[in-house]
């Protein structure tokens, strides 16, 4: 059979329904004549005869009885997985897949995302821990959250957390023997931690600035590590220094546990951004962990 009886075969339904060209072609929205050729059509293509057509009425023959009884209940199951589908555009349910890092999950993401997903379960959240830049389209991804100052120019960037800065920190009992850097030249000199980032498999080059002037160092020492969240527990033990964001040290600095040293080339940068393709914002459930995401200053 042509791909053109299966709209007949709709069309032979709802006359079926209808009992009546008329009735069925006014809700099909098509002209009376044309249904009918179309079922005399279909009749022909068959090889039978569906209807009995009188001047007032019509009736299903036994073919069209039994075509009408096999075809009825899978249109009725189509119908309603469409519809099932369609409600989708409205309603806030599936799986969003995020690649970010595990300090951008833990002091952002997981701490506004925890009673979104409690009031909507329908939605499924897929986090990947990464230091990397991964390309989200190629991998599959709906969205990242990387710092402002590394989102692509084609992506939509919506700000989810306000500055902050990485500072450099290290325990009192490493300076006992050792003389604080002043300047992060100096640094090459100490037993520093280095990390590995995942998608490159290079080492990342400690970033500082002051009054204008920018300075990678590259630095070494006996550690490694490929997550900055293991480098603490080592840096209170008086292992080296570390490259911290300021947040996560914040209470041990307090409590004179560590000392941050080149404070003065550590200024704030722009915060963690949430990026993704254009096309994805129209998607329910992708706006609702937009709107829950996104930045919203504190009142000064």
């Known amino acids: 059979?042509?791909?053109?009886?299966?709209?007949?075969?709709?069309?032979?339904?709802?006359?079926?329904?209808?009992?009546?060209?008329?009735?069925?072609?006014?809700?099909?929205?098509?002209?009376?004549?044309?249904?009918?050729?179309?079922?005399?059509?279909?009749?022909?293509?068959?090889?039978?005869?569906?209807?009995?057509?009188?001047?007032?009425?019509?009736?299903?023959?036994?073919?069209?009885?039994?075509?009408?009884?096999?075809?009825?209940?899978?249109?009725?199951?189509?119908?309603?997985?469409?519809?099932?589908?369609?409600?989708?555009?409205?309603?806030?349910?599936?799986?969003?897949?995020?690649?970010?890092?595990?300090?951008?999950?833990?002091?952002?993401?997981?701490?506004?995302?925890?009673?979104?997903?409690?009031?909507?379960?329908?939605?499924?959240?897929?986090?990947?821990?990464?230091?990397?830049?991964?390309?989200?389209?190629?991998?599959?991804?709906?969205?990242?959250?990387?710092?402002?100052?590394?989102?692509?120019?084609?992506?939509?960037?919506?700000?989810?957390?306000?500055?902050?800065?990485?500072?450099?920190?290290?325990?009192?009992?490493?300076?006992?023997?050792?003389?604080r850097p002043t300047h992060p030249r100096e640094l090459v000199a100490h037993n520093c931690m280095n990390l590995r980032q995942k998608s490159s498999g290079g080492l990342y080059q400690w970033e500082f600035s002051k009054r204008g002037q920018e300075l990678r160092v590259k630095v070494s020492g006996q550690l490694t590590f490929s997550n900055t969240q293991s480098m603490l527990a080592p840096a209170l033990a008086g292992y080296g220094i570390a490259y911290l964001p300021e947040d996560a040290v914040a209470r041990h600095v307090r409590a004179g546990e560590l000392e941050i040293v080149l404070g003065d080339w550590s200024p704030p940068f722009d915060g963690y951004f949430l990026y993704y393709p254009r096309q994805r914002q129209s998607l329910p459930a992708f706006q609702v962990i937009v709107n829950a995401l996104r930045h919203r200053a504190t009142p000064a």
């Open 1 to 179: 059979m042509s791909n053109h009886d299966f709209n007949n075969l709709l069309w032979f339904l709802a006359v079926a329904r209808e009992r009546s060209f008329t009735r069925a072609a006014a809700k099909l929205g098509i002209a009376q004549s044309t249904l009918s050729h179309a079922i005399k059509g279909l009749e022909s293509d068959m090889g039978l005869r569906l209807l009995t057509r009188t001047t007032r009425s019509v009736s299903l023959t036994a073919a069209g009885e039994r075509l009408r009884t096999t075809l009825a209940p899978r249109v009725e199951e189509i119908e309603a997985e469409i519809d099932d589908l369609m409600s989708l555009r409205d309603k806030a349910s599936g799986s969003i897949r995020i690649t970010l890092s595990e300090h951008a999950l833990e002091t952002v993401v997981w701490p506004k995302l925890q009673p979104v997903l409690a009031a909507h379960p329908d939605i499924q959240v897929e986090l990947n821990a990464d230091i990397g830049f991964l390309n989200i389209v190629e991998n599959g991804f709906d969205a990242g959250v990387r710092l402002g100052e590394s989102v692509e120019k084609d992506m939509v960037a919506v700000r989810i957390g306000p500055d902050w800065r990485l500072v450099a920190v290290a325990a009192p009992s490493y300076f006992a023997a050792r003389p």
